[in-house]
């Protein structure tokens, strides 16, 4: 059964689209997105990777001698930024485009819009032709909730940087879980991109 709000998400993406098809020949359309940490384990020093209170598979009298992956020393953010390719027609695909991945030291390089800011204004800079329009597209998450001040600060500075004529800054923010899944997934462009990241880091951890 669908969510009482999965209407209003899809609407607002399918408005999201129709006004970067409208002036596509003068806008940027970009997805952004980070993924979950990716744990970093020491050499020589095996790390689990499972959740917490999950159990592990090992076989009979065999010691279990690795570390909880909760318990690393540094770990890294994968973040994406997808400049999309702007079609003509709202029915068309609009999961394709230059795609940007970008490592993140989680313990020095915390996540934030200024620094997701500062990444898409070296991107957009070395693009050839500049646009007077931006429109961003997020899942919402606490680094990029429109409604927090710090959010439009950031906002505001990447509109005089970029020296743009209009910003446009749309975040999924769903207040009941229940629908994040299901009714909104489809909506998120980068989450499809970061199944590449998925299948290049099948484990939430790698080496140093």
């Known amino acids: 059964m669908n969510h009482i709000d999965s209407h209003y998400v899809s609407a607002i993406f399918r408005y999201f ?16 997105d ?34 909880d992956h909760n318990f690393t020393k540094c770990s890294l953010i994968p973040s ?21 991945i970008g490592l993140k030291d989680a313990t020095f390089q915390a996540s934030s819009l200024l620094r ?39 906002l505001i500075v990447m509109f005089v940087a970029l020296d743009l004529n209009y910003l446009v800054a749309e975040s999924v923010h769903l207040v009941d879980d229940s629908i994040t899944m299901e009714d909104t997934s489809q909506k998120k462009v980068a989450d499809k991109v970061s199944v590449l990241i998925n299948d290049s880091i099948p484990y939430p951890y790698t080496d140093k």
């Not at 409208?22 to 997805?31: C, E, H, P, R, Y």
């Not at 993924?35 to 917490?52: D, L, N, Q, S, T």
């Not at 999309?84 to 709202?90: E, F, K, V």
């Not at 329009?133 to 959010?151: A, Q, S, V």
């Open 17 to 32: 689209k129709e006004l970067a098809i409208k002036f596509k020949n003068n806008t940027w359309l970009i997805f952004l």
């Open 34 to 67: 980070d993924k979950h940490h990716c744990k970093i384990r020491e050499p020589g020093h095996p790390v689990a990777a499972i959740e917490c209170e999950k159990q592990v598979v090992i076989t009979t009298h065999k010691i279990f001698t690795v570390s």
């Open 80 to 100: 994406i930024t997808m400049i999309c390719n702007i079609l003509n027609n709202i029915e068309g695909s609009f999961y394709q485009g230059q795609v940007n």
């Open 116 to 154: 997701h800011m500062t990444e898409l204004y070296d991107i957009l800079i070395h693009i050839e032709k500049h646009h007077p329009f931006l429109m961003l597209y997020t899942d919402g998450g606490p680094d990029h909730r429109n409604t927090f001040l710090r959010i439009q600060l950031s």
